[in-house]
Nanobody, 129 residues
């Protein structure tokens, strides 16, 4: 299993921008599909964005489409979540997650937490109004 460490969270004003990073251990990062999820207090964990192992396909929750961008740098074993036009409702703990895909491009249930076998510890984002 890959080990994941998120960073980049913090306090930002509404309308601002922030970039989260998720660094992965191991030499097979390129074989993992990667996702970002978030969980606000009292709410279930929800899907935010995902990217296939090739980087060729990305997916977004409707609530962040057009404001967030997911990207990966396989040379650095890192996946990013660039967030802009932030809203108070974006406040949550953000988690990155890894789904081992090997060399296949099979079915990828990107929005389902159960699809992912590895999770980071999370990083807090607070957006003030």
């Amino acid at each position: 299993q890959v080990q994941l460490v998120e960073s980049g969270g913090g306090l930002v004003q509404a309308g601002g921008s922030l970039r989260l990073s998720c660094a992965a251990s191991g030499r097979t990062f390129s074989r993992y599909n990667m996702g970002w999820f978030r969980q606000a207090p009292g709410k279930e964990r929800e899907f935010v964005a995902a990217i296939r192992r090739s980087g060729s396909t990305t997916y977004y929750a409707d609530s962040v489409k057009g404001r967030f961008t997911i990207a990966r740098d396989d040379a650095k074993n890192t996946v990013y979540l660039q967030m802009s036009s932030l809203k108070p409702e974006d406040t949550a703990v953000y988690y990155c997650a890894a789904d081992y895909a090997g060399t296949s491009y099979g079915t990828y249930y990107y929005s389902s937490p159960s699809e992912y076998g590895s999770w980071g510890q999370g990083t807090q984002l607070t957006v003030s109004s």
